[in-house]
């Protein structure tokens, strides 16, 4: 199955470069659909012209993004770097725990060759 999402600028391009390569989103209707092989096409949201496609290698789910940061492990992160401490004052600035009660997920996922479908 192939999903889009739209990334910010800043992440998209972490995306393109290799330095991301996880997302964390709401496990909405739409996210519960999300499965490991399916594919995701990110388009930039400031540029809708340029994306990427990405192929989905794991799934985590939570109840929310503090548990989440919390069990992440360090590998779904390129840089090897954790950024649970940038990143939950990020998702709390976007979600609130209200919207966090369906739960999270975490999407790891893999660049695909030349951008293309996977």
């Known amino acids: 199955m192939v999903h889009n999402m ?20 709401l496990n909405d209707e ?17 540029d809708c012209k340029k994306s990427i496609w990405v192929k ?3 799934l985590l789910t939570y109840g929310n993004f503090y548990e989440l940061l919390v069990d992440m492990p360090k590998t779904w992160n390129a840089s090897g770097h954790h950024h649970r401490d940038s990143l939950w004052p990020m998702l709390r600035r976007i979600y609130s725990a ?16 030349e951008g293309v479908l996977c």
């Open 98 to 113: 209200k919207q966090e009660r369906g739960g999270v997920l975490g999407i790891k996922f893999e660049v695909c060759n």
């Open 30 to 46: 739409k996210r519960r659909l999300v499965r490991i092989d399916d594919t995701i096409r990110f388009i930039n949201r400031e």
């Open 56 to 58: 989905v290698t794991g």
């Open 6 to 25: 739209r990334l910010e600028p800043g992440l998209f391009w972490a995306v393109t470069d290799g330095t991301k390569n996880y997302e964390l989103r």
